[in-house]
């Protein structure tokens, strides 16, 4: 599956946005989805995870309660909406794909997205 991130960009401390990860192929109903993001200088870290259903969603501490992941199967795309925006959270967020795995691991997911940059300005 190939996977096209998108929805980034510039954003006051406060504000909104959503990103959007479109997938190729007829099986991303088969696909546990996550999104995960970078921050310059640091490793990639884990923010939210969706299950292939779209019954069970993972959050990371950081923005339970801001962020909230869905998907629609017949657009075969994954959001994430993300509210209150914090420039912590400035990074290039990134989706990832995996047909057995929905946790927080990097490693663990076998496809990824070319990511899309959200900076939150304070």
């Known amino acids: 599956v190939q996977l096209q991130a998108c929805g980034g960009g510039l954003v006051q401390t406060g504000g909104s946005l959503r990103l959007s990860c479109a997938a190729s192929?007829?099986?991303?109903?088969?696909?546990?989805m996550g999104w995960f993001r970078q921050a310059p200088g640091k490793d990639r870290e884990f923010v939210s995870s969706?299950?292939?259903?779209?019954?069970?969603?993972y959050y990371a501490d950081s923005v339970k309660g801001r962020f909230t992941i869905s998907r629609d199967n017949a657009k075969n795309t994954v959001y994430l909406q993300m509210n209150n925006l914090k420039p912590e959270d400035t990074a290039v967020y990134y989706c990832?794909?995996?047909?057995?795995?929905?946790?927080?691991?990097?490693?663990?997911?076998?496809?990824w997205g070319q990511g899309t940059q959200v900076t939150v300005s304070s």
């Open positions: 192929g007829r099986t991303f109903s088969q696909y546990n």
């Open positions: 990832a794909a995996d047909r057995s795995y929905f946790g927080v691991s990097v490693s663990a997911y076998d496809y």
């Open positions: 969706i299950s292939w259903t779209g019954g069970r969603t």
